[in-house]
């Protein structure tokens, strides 16, 4: 024990690797609190004086067969002869004739040797030797590339990102062939060290919006981040406001269009959402597959979404306003079988309306939190017997389940802003229920007043709608033919800071 104190002291004190072997296996027991996934082979050198050494390594993360092949088979099979420890050039002997290994280094600070071995390097220490040799070892399985399950498209590339970092921006390097394409890495978190990395076109991206992007992230305290949503609540603009300032996507054909706009992606470790900053409101509409098909038939499905947008937000706020309020709004025939629909029905329509929509958003959860061969056909039985059970029953009325149905087919054209969509559903929903169409005219105001107000890294957001860029409405509601959008948005590349 009291040499675990010791050497504890010793560990806090110096930061360096010490010359006695059995010290610096004791130090690494001690720092890994003898964790069983962290290996330890000792072995001897093939020199006149069987030089002691052993090498230190992560189970799981590392290839155990490239070890054997490449490290050990070189350490312990080649003759050394008279060959000193302690002369100059033993490391480099190490390196350039005994080990074969695409990628290595040599270190005398311990935390430089933690974190090797915690990121899938083999470390390998040498009796007498303050050196150790850092050898590049990883290898540990991970999901295949597969198509994203969020993002599905008819025509196009299916190639997704997954979790790790390495392959994520070698697939957006296979698309973007240019030595022009930077990408760097910063490490976040004090406990994940988490490894994150920006990625964007150094003769086409704004230096500032880097910058910024930059100066965003180091800025970031906390002991772990997990996923892009942790980053995206650090750097967003607007913290406070419902709608997603910063963009993300599963899909590396449409983050590479992005870059090459001129827009920054943040990648990280462990999660195949990529962020795209700056994001603009329009970006909600776009999808890589209006790029593929011709421009009548994708500007026609552009409109659909938009459209989608607005029913699936103010459909049962308009209901409610015109059944409860304005019934001089709504043609007598319709009035009159809407009043015989709800004429059994106990609860004020507005009430109505919230508990269906509740009761529609608990059956959407439903779903998507089940196991996926059950989760769809729950959703949907769910939603047909609940529906037509309580119609029966005379607890709603079969107007509200029409509207509501709608309201939740519109709502899935539009993903991107389901969050947002979600709360002005309810806001609409109640000014409606309180003050009709004035209501919802109030609120409209208001989320447009806010949406406005937004930037995403010195952009606003609904460029280029408000304010108007004649130039770049080519790709907004509508789409033209390719050769009219070859040139770069000024929106996104010119100063903002």
Do not use: W
């Not at 973007?176 to 003769?203: C, H, S």
């Not at 004035?438 to 447009?448: Q, R």
Request: charged letters at 20%; a neutral charge; hydrophobic letters at 45%.
């Amino acid at each position: 024990m009291r040499r675990q104190r010791t050497l504890k002291r010793n560990i806090e004190a110096d930061n360096n690797i010490k010359k006695d072997l059995k010290e610096n296996q004791e130090m690494l027991q001690e720092i890994f609190h003898n964790s069983i996934d962290i290996k330890f082979r000792n072995f001897q050198l093939q020199n006149q004086e069987k030089t002691s050494a052993f090498i230190c390594y992560m189970e799981g993360m590392v290839s155990e067969e490239f070890i054997h092949f490449n490290i050990m088979d070189g350490l312990v099979g080649t003759d050394l002869k008279d060959m000193n420890v302690d002369s100059p050039g033993f490391i480099t002997i190490l390196k350039n004739q005994m080990i074969k290994a695409p990628s290595m280094k040599d270190s005398i600070i311990l935390d430089e040797v933690i974190d090797g071995i915690l990121t899938g390097q083999t470390a390998i220490f040498i009796n007498q030797s303050d050196r150790v040799l850092l050898v590049t070892t990883v290898h540990f399985q991970s999901r295949g590339i597969e198509e994203p399950e969020t993002e599905a498209t008819v025509r196009g590339s299916r190639e997704g990102f997954n979790e790790v970092i390495q392959t994520n921006t070698s697939l957006i390097r296979r698309k973007i062939n240019n030595p022009n394409l930077i990408f760097e890495e910063l490490i976040i978190g004090k406990e994940t060290k988490t490894k994150v990395r920006i990625a964007y076109l150094d003769n086409v991206a704004n230096k500032e919006v880097i910058e910024e992007v930059r100066t965003r992230l180091k800025k970031i305290k906390t002991d772990a981040i997990l996923e892009t949503g942790y980053l995206e609540q650090y750097i967003e603009d607007h913290p406070s406001s419902i709608f997603p300032t910063i963009g993300n996507s599963e899909k590396s054909d449409k983050v590479a269009a992005k870059i090459l706009e001129g827009r920054v992606a943040i990648f990280c470790d462990g999660t195949p959402f990529v962020l795209t900053v700056p994001h603009l409101f329009i970006e909600v509409f776009q999808v890589p597959e209006d790029y593929y098909i011709n421009t009548y038939t994708s500007s026609l499905i552009r409109i659909f979404r938009i459209m989608s947008l607005f029913l699936t937000v103010s459909t049962p706020a308009v209901f409610v306003a015109a059944a409860t309020f304005h019934h001089e709004m709504v043609p007598t025939l319709l009035l009159t079988t809407m009043a015989a629909a709800e004429e059994r029905v106990p609860f004020p329509i507005l009430l109505e309306a919230i508990i269906m929509i509740v009761i529609f958003e608990l059956l959407r959860e439903a779903g998507v939190r089940m196991p996926r061969p059950i989760g769809s056909a729950v959703s949907i039985v769910g939603a047909l017997v609940i529906g037509e059970a309580a119609v029966q029953a005379g607890i709603v009325g079969a107007p509200m389940v029409i509207v509501v149905a709608l309201t939740a087919i519109t709502g899935f054209v539009v993903t991107p802003l389901n969050n947002a969509v979600i709360l002005m559903r309810y806001i609409l929903l109640l000014l409606s229920g309180t003050f009709g169409f004035y209501g919802i005219l109030i609120g409209t105001l208001f989320m447009v007043a806010h949406v406005v107000s937004l930037r995403s890294f010195g952009v606003p957001y609904l460029t280029p709608l408000a304010p108007m860029v004649t130039k770049e409405l080519r790709d907004s509601i509508i789409r033209l033919p390719l050769k009219f959008l070859q040139s770069k948005s000024k929106s996104i590349i010119r100063k903002r800071f």
